[in-house]
C-alpha cells in the first residue's frame, strides 16, 4: 500500500526559529494537504497543493508541491509558541477510491 | 465559519458493550469520512460515504463496526462489541465532493474501552 515518510519525527526549537519538515512517498501523488493537529483536537488543514511545483503561503506557512510529485514540504517562518502542535502531511492519488495517506506527523516543541 | 460537529467528545465504555459516535458534516459537503487515529499515529480511514453511498469500507472491522449515513447528511459509526484495542480517536471530516479535494476535520472522540 502507499505509504508516507514523514520527517523529522519531532522537532525542538527557540521561538523565533525557522522550521523545516518534509514528506515522502513511493507513489506519485496528484493532491498534498498539511494539517496541524492540538493534543486532544481534530486536524486542522493549513494549506492545500494540487499542482506540481506549486508553492503556496498561509501567513508564516509556506508549503511546496515536489516537482517530482512523490515530496512535498512545509516551511514555518518566525515560530511562535502556538505554531507547537503535530503537523501532520497527506496526499491522494487520482487512483482507485482517491483516499488521502497520512504520514506519520512531525511533533513540534517550541522552547520559549 | 461552518464546521464538523462530532459527539460524544469523549466516551469511556467496557469492553464488550456497544459504543456509538455522531457526526454531522459541513453544510452541502456530499462526502463524509471516517478516521481512526491511534496515539501517535496518523488518521487512517475507515470508511467513506459518498452522499447515503458507501464507497470504501476496506478497512473497516466489518466484524464489530458498522457505518451509516441514511439521509445523506449526518452519519453514525458503532461498534458492538467493544474491545481493548478499539481505544483510539475516532474522527469525522467532510470535503464537498469526492476526489482530491480538502479534507475538514471535526474535533474527534477520544474512546477509551475498559
Given at each position: 500500500?502507499q ?9 525542538f ?9 518534509n ?21 486542522v488543514?493549513l ?8 508553492l ?11 516537482i ?14 502556538s ?5 501532520f502531511?497527506?496526499?491522494s ?5 482517491q ?14 | ?8 467528545r ?26 481512526r ?9 475507515l470508511?467513506q460515504?459518498q ?11 466489518k ?41 475538514y ?10
Amino acid at each position: 500500500g502507499q505509504q508516507l515518510n514523514q520527517s523529522p519525527q519531532s522537532m525542538f526549537i527557540q521561538e523565533g526559529e525557522d522550521v523545516s519538515m518534509n514528506c515522502t512517498s513511493s507513489s506519485i501523488f496528484n493532491t498534498w494537504l498539511w494539517y496541524k493537529q492540538d493534543p486532544g483536537e481534530g486536524p486542522v488543514l493549513l494549506i492545500a497543493l494540487y499542482k506540481a511545483g506549486e508553492l503556496t503561503s498561509n501567513g508564516r506557512l509556506t508549503a511546496q508541491f515536489g516537482i517530482t510529485r512523490k515530496d512535498s514540504f512545509l516551511n514555518i517562518s518566525a515560530s511562535i509558541p502556538s505554531d507547537v502542535g503535530i503537523y501532520f502531511c497527506a496526499g491522494s492519488t487520482l487512483q482507485g477510491a482517491q483516499k488521502l495517506v497520512f504520514g506519520q506527523g512531525t511533533r513540534l516543541t517550541i522552547n520559549p | 465559519e461552518a464546521e464538523v460537529a462530532q459527539s460524544p467528545r469523549y466516551k469511556i465504555t467496557e469492553k464488550s458493550q456497544a459504543v456509538a459516535f455522531w457526526c454531522d458534516p459541513i453544510s452541502g459537503h456530499a462526502t463524509l469520512y471516517w478516521y481512526r487515529q491511534i496515539l501517535g499515529q496518523g488518521p487512517e480511514l475507515l470508511v467513506q460515504f459518498q452522499d447515503e453511498s458507501v464507497v470504501d469500507d476496506s478497512q473497516l472491522p466489518k466484524d464489530r463496526f458498522s457505518a451509516e449515513r441514511l439521509k445523506g447528511v449526518d452519519s453514525t459509526l458503532k461498534i458492538q462489541p467493544a474491545e481493548l484495542g478499539d481505544s483510539a480517536m475516532y474522527l469525522c471530516a467532510s470535503s464537498f465532493e469526492m476526489g482530491p479535494y480538502e479534507q475538514y476535520f471535526g474535533p474527534g472522540t477520544r474512546l477509551t474501552v475498559t
